[in-house]
C-alpha cells in the first residue's frame, strides 16, 4: 500500500481577503489559493464564508493529503460568543479604539492601549445589554473562531492572539489582575502557536474529503506569520508587512514594551518579535488606487526626487504607532493634480513612517536592524522598496516568501520550533 505524503494547510485572513497555501514536509508550495472577503465589512459569517470557499478551492487530492491546518488572523480582533462559540456581536477590528485605554492594565501591558482585546471586551461589558451578556461565555481572537469552525473546541488561542488581551507570555499565564476581572470567565485557554489543539471534526473532514486524522495546529497574528514566511532568523533581521496596515517585526533576544509608542513584544519560542502596527498602509493606497493604478502609476514615480509633499496617510483619525495617538488626525493635503505625483507623497510618507518605526525599536534598546525583509501586498513595489530603503538606510532584503499563509503553513508542518 503506497503512504500519501502529508501536506500542510496555512490560511492567513487579513484585512481585505484571506490566502491559503498547502506546502510538503520540506516547505515547497503543493497549492496556494486567495478569496478576497464578499463584504467590505466582513462579519464572522463573512469570514467563515471565505474559510468554506479556500477549502474548496484546493484541490481535492491536495485536501485528502493535509495532515495538519493552522489559521493566523489579524491581531485584537476580537469576538464575543454563547457557550456554542456562536458570535453575540459583530466584530471588532484589531483598530477599533471605541474602548479607550483600559486603566486596569498597568502601563507596561500591550492591553494598556486603546485598540487592545481587553479595551473591546471592557466596553462589550459595559455597553452590550444584560440579556447579552447573560449569554457570554468566550471571548475569542479571529483566528481562535475560524480554527473551532475546524476543531470543534470552544475557546482556545495561542500567546500571539492573546498577547492584548492581557496575557502574560513571559511567564505563560495570565496576570492575576486580569483573572480577577468581571471577564475573567470569558478568557480562552492559551496554547503555544503550532500546538495541537485536536483533529478536524468528523463532519468537516467529510465535506471536504479531508483525512479525519488531520490536525487542527494553534495559529498566530498575521505579521507574526509574515515573519515566519520570510525567512528573517536572526536577531536584528526586521520584517515590514505591507499589507492594509503596515506592521513591524524585528527579531530580538529581549522583549521590549512602550506603550507610550504603541511598541510592544511578541515572544516567539526564546526569542521576542518586537514591534508595532501603524494604521497606515495599503488600506489608505486602495482607498485612491486599485491594484492596476498602483502597478501602472509606481512605474511613473521618480524615487530618487522627493515629492515635495508632507503627509501622514491615514483613512480615519487615530494612530497605533510609531506615534500612539488614537486623536491623530489623517495629513493628505495639498493633493496634487497629478495622481502619480499624490501616489509619490503617500509612499513617501509610509517609508518614512516605516523608518521612525525601526529608528523608535532601536532607541528603546532592540539592538540595531541589520535588514528589512518585506511581507503583504506591497511587496511587489519597486518604487516603494526604493523609497523605503532611502529613508530606512538599511538593506532590504528578498523575503523567501511575502505571504504570511506561507508562514502559518510551516506552523502547521512543524518547521518552526517554538517550545
Ligand atoms: N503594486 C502595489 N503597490 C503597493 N501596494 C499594493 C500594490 N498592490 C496591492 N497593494 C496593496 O496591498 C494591500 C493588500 O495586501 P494584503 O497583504 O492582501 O493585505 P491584508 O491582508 O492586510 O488585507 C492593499 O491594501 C493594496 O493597496
Ligand atoms: O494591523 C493589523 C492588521 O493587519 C494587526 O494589528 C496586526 O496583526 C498587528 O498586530 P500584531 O503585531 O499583534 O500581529
Not at 42 to 62: E, F
Not at 82 to 89: E, F, K, M
Not at 189 to 218: H, M, W, Y
Amino acid at each position: 500500500m503506497t503512504v500519501l505524503e502529508s501536506f500542510y494547510l496555512g490560511i492567513d485572513f487579513g484585512t481585505s481577503g484571506a490566502r491559503a497555501i498547502a506546502i510538503d514536509s520540506l516547505g515547497q508550495i503543493i497549492a496556494e489559493t486567495r478569496c478576497q472577503y464578499r463584504s467590505d465589512a466582513p462579519n464572522a459569517d463573512d469570514w467563515k464564508h471565505t474559510l468554506w470557499t479556500l477549502l474548496d478551492q484546493i484541490p481535492g487530492n491536495v485536501r485528502h493529503q493535509i495532515g495538519a491546518i493552522s489559521i493566523n488572523g489579524t491581531s485584537a480582533t476580537v469576538l464575543l460568543c454563547d457557550r456554542n462559540h456562536r458570535p453575540l456581536t459583530p466584530p471588532l477590528l484589531y483598530n477599533d479604539a471605541r474602548g479607550g485605554i483600559p486603566a486596569v492594565a498597568p502601563v507596561s501591558s500591550p492591553a494598556h492601549s486603546a485598540t487592545s482585546s481587553l479595551a473591546k471586551a471592557l466596553w462589550w461589558l459595559k455597553y452590550l445589554p444584560d440579556n447579552t451578556l447573560t449569554q457570554a461565555q468566550y471571548l475569542v481572537h479571529q483566528a481562535d473562531w475560524l480554527s473551532s469552525l475546524l476543531h470543534g473546541h470552544p475557546g482556545i488561542s495561542d500567546y500571539n492572539n492573546a498577547l492584548k488581551l492581557g496575557y502574560d507570555p513571559q511567564h505563560l499565564t495570565y496576570p492575576d489582575w486580569l483573572q480577577t476581572l468581571e471577564i475573567g470567565p470569558w478568557l480562552p485557554r492559551v496554547l503555544a502557536p503550532g500546538d495541537v489543539i485536536a483533529p478536524i471534526q468528523p463532519e468537516v473532514a467529510q465535506r471536504f474529503n479531508i483525512s479525519p486524522t488531520c490536525l487542527i495546529k494553534a495559529g498566530t497574528t498575521d505579521s507574526i506569520a509574515a515573519f515566519l514566511a520570510s525567512g528573517a532568523s536572526r536577531p536584528g533581521d526586521g520584517v515590514t508587512s505591507l499589507g492594509s496596515t503596515l506592521v513591524l517585526k524585528l527579531l530580538s533576544p529581549i522583549a521590549i514594551n512602550d506603550t507610550a509608542s504603541g511598541v510592544y513584544s511578541h515572544r516567539l519560542g526564546q526569542q521576542w518579535l518586537v514591534g508595532g502596527a501603524s494604521n497606515t498602509g495599503g488600506a489608505v493606497l486602495r482607498y485612491y488606487f486599485d491594484d492596476a493604478e498602483l502597478r501602472n502609476l509606481s512605474q511613473q514615480i521618480d524615487p530618487t526626487q522627493t515629492s515635495g509633499l508632507d503627509y501622514y496617510p491615514l483613512l480615519t483619525k487615530g494612530e497605533r504607532f510609531p506615534i500612539n495617538n488614537p486623536q491623530l488626525e489623517p495629513q493628505l493635503s495639498p493633493r496634487p493634480q497629478a495622481p502619480a505625483k499624490f501616489l509619490h507623497g503617500l509612499l513617501e510618507a509610509m517609508a518614512r513612517i516605516e523608518a521612525l518605526g525601526y529608528q523608535k525599536l532601536m532607541a528603546l534598546g532592540s539592538g540595531d536592524v541589520k535588514q528589512v525583509y518585506t511581507a503583504g501586498g506591497g511587496a511587489q513595489n519597486t518604487a516603494w522598496q526604493q523609497l523605503r530603503s532611502q529613508a530606512l538606510g538599511i538593506p532590504i532584503v528578498p523575503a523567501s516568501h511575502t505571504e504570511a499563509a506561507y508562514g502559518t503553513a510551516r506552523l502547521a508542518a512543524g518547521l518552526i520550533q517554538l517550545n
